[in-house]
């Protein structure tokens, strides 16, 4: 059952300096409106602000069984909001909280594609109350806040971002996308999931976030079912976050210092890193000690872009390696230290052939020492132009 103290609009105690004009579907402030300590005030119908609205103590209440739109040229700031709208609480500019946001039901949305405006919680402003039905479903900020637990989501339900940095954050704000990052819908960029560090195998094609800020920082992330992480690891252990670096165009792996839960449901903490150095975030696969596989090999050294290179994914955990490879007679064709995947069927060893001439067609084997994780492999390759 839905309580409100609220008459349509209760003004309670006077308020001083203020034009207000009330039209069938619309409250407009055009002076100076303030809330007073005991003061508070219910909007049943839209508000616009164009006057001084920041400077207020009470509640204010937003109810309403459809839509309600806030508004104007200048950005009211609150000290205690209720939120009792059946459907959405839309932002055209952006809101400040003080103190509390009560999420009864109804989201406040933003708009995804315009960053300066969100719901901004300030100093120690804090929320109760949400869930799948009532949060923030585009952006929301804070102000000189360290740690906070961002109430995000879309449209049905709440998947929020928990952030915890090294010092202050002056101005930091995140929203949640359930979308491919390859076709986003208000960027104006793609981040091409096939683009990513040697060590990372997968990353979600399913989902992502948007987290701004210029402080060191560890994130827990959650997932669900819609999160399909069986379909981006085969073990959660491997689950890392994982950001796609602004500057150097790829995906990187930002860690995994913790993790609970199983492919159904959980959560995942990062390692620290510097969010403004990465457009967005998600879930990836990185590979690990248990999950690499060493294996015989194919190489098609024709410049076709399939099979060029000798690719060993295990390098990624081991810079510090050797790569040997024999011939069927047991003479070594190809060694380098630090190996770095760049072997295309040529010699380097002029004591058996000449160096950088291409390699006969057919089997040879290889050894490779990965100093860095204590694993030496033997296997196969079979090579063929």
């Known amino acids: 059952m839905r309580k409100s103290i609220y008459l349509k609009l209760v003004f309670a105690p006077l308020f001083l300096g203020c034009t207000l004009l009330f039209a069938q579907e619309e409250t407009q402030n055009f002076g100076a409106l303030k809330i007073h300590e005991s003061g508070a005030i219910g909007f049943h119908e839209n508000l616009i ?21 806030i508004s104007g040229a200048f950005r009211p700031i609150f000290n205690d909001v ?9 932002l055209e500019i952006g809101v400040g909280i003080k103190n509390n946001s009560n999420f009864v039901i109804g989201n406040v949305v933003t708009p995804r594609n315009l960053l300066d405006i969100n719901f901004d919680y300030i100093n120690n402003a804090f929320y109760t109350g949400e869930n799948n039905a009532s949060k923030i479903d585009g952006y929301a900020a804070i102000a000189n806040k360290q740690n906070f637990v961002f109430p995000i989501g879309n449209e049905f339900k709440i998947r929020p971002l928990e952030l915890n940095s090294d010092a202050l954050n002056s101005d930091a704000k995140a929203a949640y996308f359930y979308e491919n990052p390859e076709s986003p819908s208000t960027f104006n960029t793609s981040f091409n999931t ?4 040697l060590i990372l195998l997968r990353i979600s094609a399913f989902e992502f976030w948007d987290l701004n800020s210029d402080v060191l920082s560890q994130v827990k992330l959650t997932w669900d079912t819609d999160s399909n992480i069986e379909e981006i690891v085969n073990e959660v252990k491997d689950l890392r976050v994982v950001g796609w670096n602004t500057e150097m165009q790829l995906w990187e792996d930002l860690g995994n210092t913790s993790f609970n839960g199983n492919f159904a449901s959980g959560s995942l903490t990062s390692a620290t890193f510097l969010p403004n150095n990465y457009s ?22 024709n410049n076709d872009g399939i099979n060029d290179f000798l690719v060993i994914d295990a390098i990624a955990l081991s810079p510090n390696n050797r790569l040997q490879i024999y011939n069927r007679w047991g003479r070594v064709v190809y060694e380098e230290n630090d190996y770095k995947n760049l072997f295309a069927g040529e010699s380097n060893n002029n004591a058996t052939i000449s160096a950088s001439e291409g390699l006969p067609d057919g089997v040879y084997y290889y050894i490779v020492n990965l100093f860095d994780i204590d694993i030496t492999h033997q296997g196969y390759l079979y090579l063929s132009h």
Do not use: M
Not at 57 to 69: E, K
Not at 82 to 90: F, G, K, W
Not at 287 to 301: K, Q, R, Y
């Open 49 to 69: 602000n164009n006057g001084s609205f920041d400077d207020n103590l009470g509640i204010a209440g937003f109810f309403n069984d459809d839509d309600l739109t």
């Open 82 to 90: 209720e939120i009792i709208v059946d459907n959405h609480l839309y």
């Open 194 to 197: 096939e683009n990513k560090d």
């Open 280 to 301: 967005i975030i998600t879930f990836g696969e990185s590979l690990s000690t248990e999950s690499i596989i060493l294996d015989n090999f194919l190489l098609t050294a």
